[in-house]
C-alpha cells in the first residue's frame, strides 16, 4: 500500500482536517490491513465526528482498499447514507472525478441490524435457518410474546403476570447485555423477580414459536451474528470478508454488538471505532458505556486512541459549562473542548416560580428571538421526559405557535401501514402466523376463530398456498374471500417482478380503507408512499428486511398542522436530540426529581448516565443555552393521597462550584424579560430548605 499517490500531492483533499482528525485518518495507513492497529477515536460533541470518519473510508480506498472489503457500521442508514456520500465527495476530488462519475460504493456500510440480516441471509445454510426467514417489528414480536404468553396458560394465574410488552423487554434486555435473567430482573425488573421460572418457560416457548414460523425479531440478528462469530470455524470465514471495521457511534453498542466486533477480529486489526463516552445514554436500550471505555483494554495489541476537542458548534462560554459539568464524571476518557467561537453571553440558569410560568417564559423568549430574526426551527425546547413538555405545549397551542414534537407515531406503528406489510410478508413466509392472523381478519366475515383454522390448515399442508385455496371461508365472507386468494395466489407466482407485488396489495387493500377507517384518504397517502419507497428496492425480500430494521419517520397523520407552516418550534426529549444542534436551546426542568429523574437515581452508573444526559442537552446549543429552574412542581398522586406541591432544588450536576460559568437570573413573572440579576443567597437557601422540608 502506498502512503501518497500523485493526486493527493498535486491537491490536498485532507486539508480542511484539523491536525487530530488527520491523525485519525492517516492511522496505520502505510500497513497493510493485518498490521493496522485497533483504533478509537473519542470524538466530544460537535468535533466533526461524521467528517473524520468519511475522510478515513475515503483515505483507505485511495490507498488501496477494497471498497467491497469495508464494513461500516452505523446507526441508522441515514447516517450510513450520508458517511457514503461523503466518502464519495471525497474521493471524488482525490481521483479527479467529474461530478457525473459516480465514486466507488461502499456494499457493506448500514446498521448493526440490516448488515447482520444480509449475513444471516448468505450463511442462512450452514446455521440452519431457512433462507426464506421474514424479520418481526417490536410489535409483531410483543404480539407472537403475546400469543405465546396465552397459550401456556400464563394469563390465567390469580396474580398479576407481566405483560406482553414488558416480557418481550425482559428478554430483550437479557439477550443485548450478555446478562443472565436474574441479574436483568434484579437490576431492571425488581417486580417481576417473582416469576422468574415461568418467564424462562415462555421465553422458551417465543424461541420455539419464532423458530416454527421462521421469523426472527431484532435480537435474533445480533445473536445470531454474534453466536456465528465466536463460531471457530465461522467466526474467521466473516471477519476475513472484511479488511477493515468501523463503528460509529460505539459508546451506543451493547455487549453483543461489542461481542460480534472482537469474534469477527480477535486481535483488532483494521478496526476503528468513533464515539464519545461523554454521550452514552441509551442504557435502557442495553447499551452499556463500558464498551467505550474499555476498548483499549479489549485487544492483545495495544490500541491507539486519538482524542478530538474541538468543536465547531458552540461557544466557548457554553463549551466551559459543559466541560465543567463533565469533568466531575466518576470515569471518563479525559478531553476539554474548545472552540475559536468567542462570546460574552454566558448560558443561563432561570428560577422560575413554577411550571405554568416556565412555559410562559419559554414562550416569550422564543417568540422574542424570532422577531430578533432567529427562525423558530433554530430554536430547541429540551426535557428528559416526554410528559414535561404538557404545559408548553398548551401554551405554545393557545399562542398559535407552531411546533413539532419529536418522538410521535412512528411509520410502522400505524395500523394501516402494519396491515400492507403483513401481507407482503404472509406472502414471503406463509408459515408466519402473526402476519397471517392480521391478513385473514382483513377481510370482512372472518374472526379470529376463522384465521386461526385458516393458519392451522396452512401450517399442517404440505402446499400452504393449495390449504389455503381449498379453504372454506364462512358464506357471509365469500365475496370477499375470493378476491383475497387471487391476491394471494399472484403474490406467490414465480414469475412475479417486484415492485409489482405491493401494487396489487395496494389495488386489493385501499378500497377496504373506507370500511375500517374515517380518515381513509390521509392513510390512502400514506400507502402510496410505501410503494413509492418500495420502488428503490430490488427484491420484495430485501425490501421487507430493511423497512422493518430502519423504518421511515412519520405517517401523513403527523404532518398536522405545525408542519404546514413556514416555520416551527423544536420541542425534543434530550435522548431524541442526540445528533442535532440548534442556535437556541432551553431546557426544562434542570432539577432534582427530573435531571436525574426520580427514576434514575438507584445506582451510581443511573446517576452517571442522567450526568451524561444533562452534557447531552447542553451541548446542542450553538448560541444560546437556558437552563430552566422550576422552584414548584404540582404532583398528581393516588386518590387517596391527594395532590401536592414539591418544591425542587437545582440538579446536583451544577455544584456551586460551577456557577461562575453561567448567569444566574431570577424570573418573578415570565413577562419581566428584563429582571435579570444574580440569584441572591436568600432564595437560593429557600430553595435548598424547601426541598429538604418537602422530605420530612
Request: proline residues 5%; negative net charge; glycine residues 6%.
Amino acid at each position: 500500500m502506498h502512503a501518497d499517490s500523485p493526486a493527493i500531492a498535486q491537491d490536498d483533499p485532507f486539508a480542511s482536517l484539523n491536525p487530530a482528525q488527520r491523525d485519525a485518518v492517516e492511522h496505520d495507513i502505510v500497513l497493510p490491513p493485518a498490521q493496522s492497529r485497533p483504533l478509537l477515536v473519542i470524538a466530544g460533541a460537535g468535533s466533526g465526528k461524521t467528517s473524520t470518519l468519511a475522510h478515513r473510508v475515503a483515505r483507505l480506498i485511495t490507498s488501496g482498499a477494497d471498497p467491497q472489503r469495508i464494513l461500516l457500521l452505523t446507526f441508522s442508514r441515514r447516517a450510513a447514507n450520508e458517511m457514503g456520500t461523503r466518502a464519495g465527495s471525497v474521493l471524488q476530488r482525490v481521483l479527479q472525478r467529474g461530478a457525473t462519475q459516480a465514486p466507488a460504493s461502499l456494499p457493506w456500510a448500514g446498521t448493526f441490524h440490516s448488515i447482520g440480516a444480509r449475513l444471516l441471509r448468505q450463511f442462512a445454510g450452514r446455521i440452519g435457518l431457512d433462507e426464506a426467514f421474514t424479520i418481526h417489528d417490536r410489535g409483531d414480536s410483543e404480539d407472537l410474546m403475546g400469543m405465546v404468553r396465552h397459550e401456556i396458560g400464563l394469563t390465567q394465574t390469580s396474580k398479576r403476570f407481566p405483560l406482553k410488552g414488558t416480557c418481550l423487554s425482559i428478554y430483550s434486555r437479557v439477550v443485548n447485555s450478555q446478562d443472565t435473567l436474574t441479574r436483568v430482573l434484579q437490576s431492571t425488573f425488581p417486580w417481576c423477580i417473582e416469576w422468574e421460572a415461568e418467564l424462562k418457560t415462555l421465553f422458551g416457548a417465543y424461541v420455539d414459536a419464532k423458530q416454527e414460523q421462521n421469523v426472527l425479531d431484532y435480537d435474533d440478528l445480533l445473536l445470531f451474528w454474534s453466536e456465528m462469530a465466536s463460531d471457530p470455524e465461522l467466526g474467521p470465514e466473516i471477519g476475513g470478508l472484511f479488511d477493515y471495521v468501523l463503528v460509529d457511534e460505539y459508546q451506543d453498542t451493547n455487549r453483543l454488538q461489542a461481542a460480534i466486533l472482537t469474534g469477527m477480529k480477535p486481535d483488532g486489526a483494521g478496526v476503528m471505532v468513533v464515539g464519545d463516552d461523554a454521550q452514552s445514554i441509551y442504557s435502557f436500550r442495553g447499551a452499556t458505556v463500558r464498551n467505550i471505555l474499555d476498548f483499549p483494554q479489549q485487544f492483545s495489541q495495544s490500541a491507539r486512541l486519538v482524542t478530538l476537542e474541538r468543536n465547531y458548534r458552540s461557544t466557548q462560554p457554553i463549551l466551559d459549562a459543559s466541560n465543567a459539568l463533565i469533568a466531575a464524571a466518576l470515569e471518563r476518557h479525559a478531553k476539554t473542548l474548545w472552540t475559536d467561537k468567542a462570546s460574552s453571553a454566558l448560558p443561563q440558569l432561570v428560577l422560575i416560580p413554577d411550571e405554568a410560568e416556565q412555559a410562559r417564559w419559554v414562550c416569550n423568549r422564543v417568540l422574542e428571538q424570532r422577531e430578533a430574526g432567529m427562525a423558530l426551527t433554530q430554536q430547541a425546547v429540551l426535557f428528559r421526559a416526554a410528559s414535561h413538555s404538557a404545559a408548553l405545549e398548551l401554551e405554545l397551542m393557545r399562542r398559535n405557535v407552531p411546533f413539532v414534537k419529536f418522538g410521535g407515531l412512528k411509520f410502522l406503528e400505524a395500523a394501516h401501514i402494519k396491515d400492507v406489510l403483513a401481507v407482503l410478508r404472509f406472502a414471503q413466509n406463509p408459515s408466519g402466523r402473526m402476519a397471517g392472523f392480521r391478513v385473514a381478519q382483513l377481510v370482512p366475515g372472518i374472526g379470529q376463530t376463522t384465521a386461526t383454522r385458516l393458519l392451522d390448515a396452512m401450517s399442517e399442508a404440505a402446499d400452504p398456498l393449495s390449504a389455503l385455496q381449498a379453504f372454506a371461508a364462512p358464506p357471509k365472507s365469500r365475496a370477499d374471500w375470493e378476491p383475497f386468494v387471487a391476491l394471494y395466489t399472484a403474490l406467490r407466482a414465480p414469475g412475479l417482478r417486484w415492485p409489482a407485488d405491493i401494487e396489487l396489495v395496494k389495488n386489493w387493500y385501499v378500497p377496504h380503507l373506507e370500511r375500517m377507517h374515517d380518515d381513509a384518504t390521509v392513510r390512502a397517502a400514506d400507502v402510496e408512499q410505501l410503494a413509492r419507497l418500495a420502488g428503490g428496492y430490488g427484491s420484495r425480500e430485501t425490501f421487507l428486511a430493511e423497512i422493518t430494521l430502519d423504518p421511515p419517520e412519520a405517517t401523513s397523520d403527523r404532518a398536522g398542522p405545525p408542519l404546514l407552516d413556514e416555520d416551527y418550534l423544536i420541542l425534543s426529549t434530550i435522548h431524541s436530540s442526540k445528533g442535532q444542534e440548534w442556535k437556541s436551546v432551553h431546557v426544562l426542568n434542570v432539577v432534582d426529581g427530573c435531571i436525574p429523574s426520580d427514576m434514575s437515581t438507584g445506582n451510581a452508573d443511573d446517576i452517571e448516565e442522567e450526568r451524561r444526559l444533562l452534557y447531552v442537552a447542553m451541548t446542542r446549543a450553538k448560541e444560546q443555552l437556558h437552563l430552566v429552574l422550576p422552584n414548584r412542581f404540582f404532583i398528581k398522586q393516588q386518590a387517596q393521597l391527594g395532590d401536592r406541591h414539591v418544591y425542587a432544588a437545582r440538579t446536583r450536576f451544577i455544584t456551586g462550584a460551577m456557577l461562575k460559568l453561567y448567569e444566574e437570573c431570577v424570573w418573578t413573572s415570565a413577562d419581566t424579560a428584563h429582571s435579570r440579576k444574580p440569584m441572591p443567597d436568600s432564595i437560593r437557601m429557600l430553595v435548598r430548605e424547601r426541598a429538604r422540608n418537602a422530605w420530612k
